[in-house]
C-alpha cells in the first residue's frame, strides 16, 4: 500500500502572506507600539523612561485632566446615542419602505439617500457651517420662508446645541449604510414566506414584525457594531466644524478631538506622545469593552434563521 506524502500547503501560505505583511505593518505593529508607549513619559530632551501605569491615572483621577477625559467620554456616549435613537430607526424605516414592491423611483430615492455618504466629511462639514451661520447661512431665510424663523438659532454656537446639531448632520450624512445595510437583509427574506404569510391572512404590519424583523437581527447587530465602532472613533466632522478645541466651551469635545490635542498639542496645550498614547488607549480599550459586551450578552443569544 503506498502511502502519499503530503506537500506544506505553500500556496496557501503565498496567497495570505501579502495581507498578513500589510495588516501587520500597518495596523498590529502600531497598535502594540501604541500600547507600549502609554506606560513611558519623555523629557524635554525626548529620552523616555518608564512609567508603569503612572499616565492612566493621570488622565482618570488628575484634576487637570480627568475632568477633560470624563467630558470628552460623555459627549461621545451622547452621540452615539443620537445615531442609535434616529440614524438606525430612520434607515430601517427606509430600508422597510424600499423593499416594498411597486415604490416608483425607489432606485434614485436610494441613491440620493446614499450619496452624501460618498462625500469628504470637511465638505460636508463646510456646507452646513454656511447652511447653519446666523450671519451668512440660509438656513434662517428657508426657515421664514416656511413660517418657522422664529425657531432659528446660532446652534453650532450654543453649549445646549452644539453636539445635537453635529450629531444630526452625521446622522444625515451616515444614515444610508444602515439603510443599504438592513435593505439587502430584507431582500433576502424568502419570498416563500412571505407568501405563505399573506395566504393566511396576516397583514403587512404583523409580517414585518413577526416574521422579517426576527430574520434581520443579526443585520440590525452588525449595524449596531458598526455605528459604536464608528462613533468611539469619530473626529474628523467634530475638526471640520468646531477645530481641535471642539467649542463652545468645550461641549462638542469627543474622545477623537481629545485625543489630538493630547498627542499633538493645540495653542497653549504642549503635545505629548505618550499621554496620548495612553488616550488612545483607553479608546481602545473602550470599544474592545463595548464590542466584547455586545457578543457576550446580544449577540450569541439572538436566534439564527436558516433563510
Known amino acids: ?25 500597518f495596523s498590529a505593529l502600531p497598535l502594540l507600539d501604541t500600547l507600549r ?60 419602505l424600499f423593499s416594498l414592491k411597486g415604490l416608483r423611483g425607489a432606485r434614485t430615492y436610494r441613491t440620493l439617500i446614499f450619496l452624501p455618504t460618498l462625500l469628504s466629511v470637511v465638505i460636508i462639514g463646510f456646507i452646513w457651517q454656511l447652511i447653519l451661520s446666523p450671519l451668512w447661512g440660509v438656513g434662517e431665510g428657508l426657515m421664514n420662508h416656511v413660517g418657522l424663523g422664529d425657531y432659528f438659532a446660532p446652534w453650532l454656537g450654543q ?26 437583509a430584507l431582500l433576502a427574506v424568502p419570498e416563500e414566506v412571505l ?3 399573506y395566504a393566511e391572512g396576516a397583514s403587512s404590519f404583523r409580517i414585518f414584525w413577526q416574521i422579517k424583523l426576527p430574520l ?19 473626529f474628523d466632522l467634530i ?46 480599550l473602550v470599544i474592545l469593552l463595548g464590542v466584547a459586551s455586545y457578543f457576550y450578552f446580544v449577540q450569541r443569544k439572538l436566534t439564527r434563521y436558516e433563510l
Do not use: C
Not at 5 to 11: A, G, I, R, V, Y
Not at 55 to 81: C, H, Q
Not at 159 to 184: H, K, R
Not at 216 to 226: A, M, R, S, W
Open 1 to 25: 500500500m503506498n502511502l502519499q506524502k503530503k506537500t506544506f500547503p505553500w500556496h496557501i501560505v503565498v496567497f495570505l502572506a501579502p495581507a498578513v505583511i500589510i495588516y501587520s505593518l
Open 37 to 96: 508607549l502609554g506606560f513611558y513619559t519623555s523629557n524635554d530632551a525626548g529620552v523616555h523612561s518608564f512609567v508603569g501605569l503612572d499616565n492612566y491615572r493621570t488622565i482618570l483621577f488628575d484634576s487637570d485632566w480627568s475632568k477633560a477625559f470624563w467630558n470628552a467620554m460623555l459627549n461621545n456616549v451622547k452621540f452615539f446615542a443620537i445615531h442609535m435613537l434616529l440614524q438606525n430607526p430612520i434607515g430601517l424605516l427606509l430600508a422597510t
Open 159 to 184: 453649549e445646549s446645541t452644539a453636539l445635537l446639531t453635529l450629531g444630526l448632520v452625521s446622522v444625515w450624512q451616515y444614515v444610508g449604510i444602515p439603510m443599504m445595510l438592513i435593505y439587502a
Open 195 to 197: 407568501e405563505a404569510a
Open 216 to 234: 434581520i437581527l443579526p443585520t440590525l447587530g452588525l449595524v449596531t457594531i458598526l455605528t459604536f465602532v464608528a462613533n468611539f472613533n469619530a
Open 239 to 284: 475638526y471640520s466644524v468646531k477645530g481641535a478645541l471642539a467649542g463652545p466651551n468645550y461641549s462638542t469635545d469627543i474622545l477623537g478631538t481629545f485625543f489630538y490635542r493630547t498627542f499633538f498639542g493645540y495653542q497653549a496645550q504642549i503635545g505629548s506622545p505618550t499621554m496620548g498614547a495612553a488616550v488612545a488607549t483607553l479608546m481602545f
